[in-house]
């Protein structure tokens, strides 16, 4: 299917082209230079298109260059005269007739010399504008070169599209959300280049690499170009000798390489050659002189060049140059282990093991799993079946990854090898799976079996895990620090120590010690799985945010966010997941939906029950913060149906999510009984800092006696914004405008906006009540400024300040029922009081709002801003 491909406005230059078009003094037109498929072109056309006048374009072209004036020929018609000077002349009387003339030249480096001479005067004399497009890296003549350089015209070097371009470009052709990390490769692949851009996504259509998952577009694996992308770049290698070719092929399945290693197989002057005509860059890395293609794009087209024998030959000769070197880091042992796969050379299943192992560190699960699969076809045995069932676990794949650990007998296994089983089953049965009972069985086997101090450690770390997520956080923290506190600790340990530990304090109120617990993982993520950094980032996230350092909670969600492969998309997801945090707990609700959306779409997977969890709550809110009931509901339900015992710490923050919904339908009274039952759960589980979040939106939909709790328990929770929780309370029992403006000011400064905008509307109402009109208005206005800062929020203290009704909280609640169409029995039902309570609640709030009926009140409720 053919796809419409958009116009992307470049604001500026296009500006500056128009007015440079239809100026009367000064420069008489534009020069636009910038790389092949830039947009060069498309901007040109654009702009002359809107300025009017009588527009000719012409196009130079190789073939043109040997005829004088040839550019021209169908503009000005066949010569009278053999001397050049008249030739010109008569030209120029022929193009000029009709006047008003605006001329275009399209690739004006390939204009020959009479071409190029008669646009310069045209320039010289002003006698028309000119606009003229010139490819970068190409010989210009003289006359095209003096067009900008004496100030004829004015010279736009055009650069390529940015990310946020590139984003809307795609996007629009593709008519819906494009993947944040897909937008990121296929932009590095591009270079921002709109040509490229446009064959990379239709190539990866075509391969359907690029599909719709959740509404969000997604590319899962190479973007591969189009045969008609790969024509316009094989010319630039068409024409090289063959050294310089065989350098590109070299480089093609391995980049980067090392500069000396290139150098032996291909000889120095070649790789020399290479470089100086801009195909290749070398660049110091680490120890190391690298080299990479200048575009990404080459490597596809030298490849598709390539048969298979001959690929397998020249992967055979890499391995062999680098198998001897050193293989150090996890980079060399993958690219390593990547080129032996498909070379004529034997491969090694234990650098396939090794390799399989360094690729889940560095979250690239797929990878892993391919060579995990290939070393236990060579027989690697065990080692390569436990990374092969981690990798399947991962990627969703748990009923795949309870069949390859059942290949092997657990009763034979010991040692280290029924650690790394047990451990391995764990994770699958509890996280993926969801079976948190059959995930205890294997925790006390493992528990029963293991006597060695090291794994004992391991069991200590992997137990603080697994209590975290069935919610019995004092013995999740109090197995986390008999890890932490033993310097003897291995990295599994001490990982699986940190995931538990770390969400334990932060939930609990010690947000102050999870830094600790942040930087020993950082230590020792290099030497496990790379996806067990981003729940454990979960504990550092909330840390934070719980406390108030909503600004280190941003930068430390930023640090997981470097990505280099589609293979790594469920790290990715994860990234999502915290950053979404750190914009909920900031009121930024557009953009906490957006990231949970796409996180969500990353997993994709029934499995992935307990990694996407955070998003689904956070969702929930998000979408009840903006007034998106129908999704908001839909999200309840998604996460209600994934609930259990395997995801029990998130229950309290579920609670809340309903609290939010509630209030999202007008039920402020149920949204607040919903959060108070959340804060009792809260704190019956140990997770001090969420019951005050709990008691703090209960607060926020009307409940003015959380006070004395929030005062008992602000001294357990680290940071000040339990404190600010406490004071915005107060002020709410006592309707003290001038303490709630303080307080919204307080919630602004530590970046809680959306409770800042709360406070703000509920200190307007207070100075309304008390008759100060003008600072009601100054409250209001920060209310209303706050609220568009979260993507218009609404919430019960902005809906009441928007629209001051003289009802109770109750009889409010019951018009709100009335508007949404429920019957009388319906209401009682919902709000558990009897028919005749509610008749009294709509006959009270139509006497205060001087209504005939409950027909009324609806139609009145039904118009009134939200």
């Given at each position: 299917m053919a796809r ?8 500026l ?5 128009t ?8 420069e008489c037109g534009?020069?636009?230079?910038g ?8 901007l040109?056309?654009?702009a002359?298109s ?9 196009a ?19 010569r009278?005269s053999?001397?050049?000077?008249s ?26 010399e ?8 045209l ?5 028309a ?5 010139v490819r970068?890296?190409?010989a ?5 070169i003096s067009?900008?350089?004496?100030g004829?015209?004015?010279?736009i070097d ?10 809307e ?6 008519g ?5 990390l ?20 239709d ?21 591969e170009v ?6 316009l770049?094989e ?5 090289l000798d ?5 350098v ?5 399945f391995?980049?980067p ?8 197989l291909?000889?120095?002057d ?17 120890d190391?002189?690298?080299?990479r ?7 596809d087209?030298?490849?598709r060049?390539?048969?298979v024998?001959?690929s ?7 391995v062999?140059a680098?198998?001897h070197g050193?293989l ?21 299943k ?7 192992n ?5 979250a690239?699960?797929p ?8 070393a236990?076809?060579a ?5 390569a ?5 981690r ?8 009923a795949?990854?309870?069949r ?6 657990v ?11 047990a451990?391995t089953?764990?994770?699958?049965l ?6 948190s009972?059959r995930?205890?069985e294997?925790?006390a086997?493992l528990d ?5 101090p090291?794994g004992?450690?391991?069991?200590a770390g992997i ?7 069935e919610?019995e ?8 620090r008999?890890?932490?506190d ?12 940190c995931?538990?530990g770390?969400l334990?304090?932060?939930v ?9 617990v ?7 993520v ?7 950094r981003?729940?454990?980032g ?8 719980l ?10 969600a ?5 990505f ?14 915290l ?6 707990a900031?009121?930024?609700l557009d ?10 779409a990353?997993?994709d ?6 990694w996407?969890?955070p998003?689904r ?16 509901e839909?999200?309840?339900t998604?996460a ?14 579920l609670r ?6 509630a209030a ?9 009984q919903?959060?108070r ?6 704190a019956a ?7 005050a979040?709990?008691?703090h939106f209960?607060?926020r939909?009307?409940d003015?006696?959380?006070?004395d ?5 602000a001294g ?6 339990v ?20 307080c919204?000011?307080?919630f ?11 406070a703000?509307a ?12 003008t600072?009601?208005a100054?409250?209001s206005?920060a ?23 003289p009802?109770t ?7 709100t029922l009335?508007?949404?169409g ?8 919902r ?7 509610v008749?009294g ?12 009926d409950?027909?009324?009140l ?9």
């Open positions: 419409l491909w958009p116009m992307i406005t470049r604001g230059e296009y500006d500056t082209i007015t440079a078009l239809t100026s009367t003094s000064g534009v020069v636009l230079t790389s092949a498929g830039v947009g060069k072109t498309t040109a056309r654009q002359t809107s300025v009017g006048g009588n527009v000719r374009w012409v130079g072209t190789e073939s043109a260059r040997s005829i004088p004036l040839g550019v021209f020929a169908h503009l000005v018609g066949s009278t053999s001397d050049p000077v030739y010109m002349a008569a030209a120029r009387e022929s193009l000029l007739a009709d006047g008003n003339l605006v001329i275009g030249v399209d690739d004006a480096h390939l204009l020959d009479m071409s190029a001479t008669f646009l310069h005067h320039a010289i004399d002003r006698s504008h000119i606009i003229a497009t970068d890296g190409e210009v003549p003289d006359a095209v067009l900008w350089k004496d004829h015209l004015h010279r055009l650069q390529p599209f940015t990310r946020e371009q590139s984003v470009y795609i996007e629009s052709a593709l819906g959300r494009l993947e944040g897909s937008a990121d490769l296929m932009w590095r692949a591009s270079g921002g280049n709109a040509l490229y851009l446009h064959h990379l996504v190539g990866a259509l075509e391969s359907e690499t690029l599909k719709q998952v959740r509404g969000v577009w997604q590319l899962r694996g190479r973007a189009t045969s008609e992308l790969a024509s770049l010319g630039r290698i068409e024409q063959g050294d310089v070719k065989r590109l092929r070299l480089l093609t391995c980049e390489l090392d500069l000396d290693v290139l150098a032996d291909a000889g120095e070649a790789v020399d050659e290479a470089e100086t005509r801009g195909l290749i860059r070398v660049s110091r890395e680490s190391r002189l690298a080299v293609y200048t575009h990404p794009l080459f490597g087209v030298v490849r060049r390539l048969g024998t001959a397998r030959r020249l992967r055979g000769e890499l062999k680098m198998r050193a150090s880091t996890a980079a060399d042992r993958i690219r390593l282990a990547q080129l032996a796969l498909d070379s004529d050379e034997t491969v090694d234990g650098l396939l093991t090794a390799a399989a360094d690729a889940i560190s560095l690239k699960v990878l892993g799993a391919q060579f995990a699969t290939a236990l076809s027989g690697a045995g065990f080692p079946a436990a990374v092969l069932a990798a399947q676990l991962y990627a969703g794949d748990a795949e990854s309870e390859t650990l059942a290949e092997f007998d009763a034979d296994i010991d040692g280290a090898e029924l650690v790394w089983w451990v089953r764990i994770s699958n509890l996280w993926a799976m969801g079976e009972e995930a205890d294997a925790l086997l029963s079996r293991v006597k060695s090291a004992r450690l391991t069991v137990t603080a895990a697994v209590k975290l997520f919610n956080i004092d013995e999740a923290i109090t197995n986390a008999t890890v932490l033993d310097p003897t600790a291995n990295p599994w340990a001490v990982g699986f120590a995931l538990g770390g334990s304090l932060a609990s109120g010690h947000g102050n010690e999870v830094a600790e942040a930087a020993r993982m950082d230590e020792v290099a030497h496990t799985d790379g996806l067990l981003y729940p454990a979960t504990g550092q996230i909330l840390g934070l945010t406390s108030g350092r909503m600004d280190d909670a941003r930068r430390a930023n640090d997981f966010r470097e280099s492969s589609a293979g790594q998309y469920l790290a990715w997801g994860m990234s999502c997941v950053t979404g945090i750190v914009d909920l900031q009121g930024l953009d906490a939906a957006v990231r949970c959306e796409q996180a969500l990353a997993f997977s029934e499995s992935a029950s307990s996407g969890f998003a709550i956070a969702l929930v809110e998000a979408y009840s913060g903006l007034g998106r009931v129908e999704e908001a839909s999200a309840l998604d209600i149906r994934r609930s259990g015992r395997h995801v029990a710490v998130y229950e309290p923050q809340i999510s309903k609290a939010w919904l999202a339908h007008g039920l402020v009274g149920e949204a607040a919903r959060a039952d959340a804060a009792r759960f809260a589980s140990g997770q001090t800092a969420i019951e979040e709990a008691l209960a607060a939909c009307g003015h006696g959380v006070a709790r929030l005062s008992e328990i357990r929770v680290d940071g000040e914004l404190d600010i929780y406490l004071r915005h309370a107060l002020a709410l029992a006592a309707d003290d405008g001038a303490e709630l403006d303080s919204a000011r307080q602004e400064r530590v970046g809680a906006l959306l409770s800042a905008a709360d703000a509920a200190a307007a109402m207070a100075h309304d009540r008390a008759g100060r009109r600072a009601a100054t409250s206005a209310a209303i400024r706050l609220a568009a800062r979260c993507g218009g929020a609404r919430t019960p203290a902005l809906t009441l300040a928007a629209q001051p009704l009802l909280t109750r009889e409010r609640e019951i018009a009335v508007a949404a429920l019957s009388n029995k319906q209401i009682a039902d709000l558990t009081v009897s028919v005749r309570t008749e609640h709509i006959y009270r709030a139509c006497t205060k709002l001087d209504l005939s409950r027909a009324e609806a139609t009145m409720l039904q118009g009134a801003p939200g």
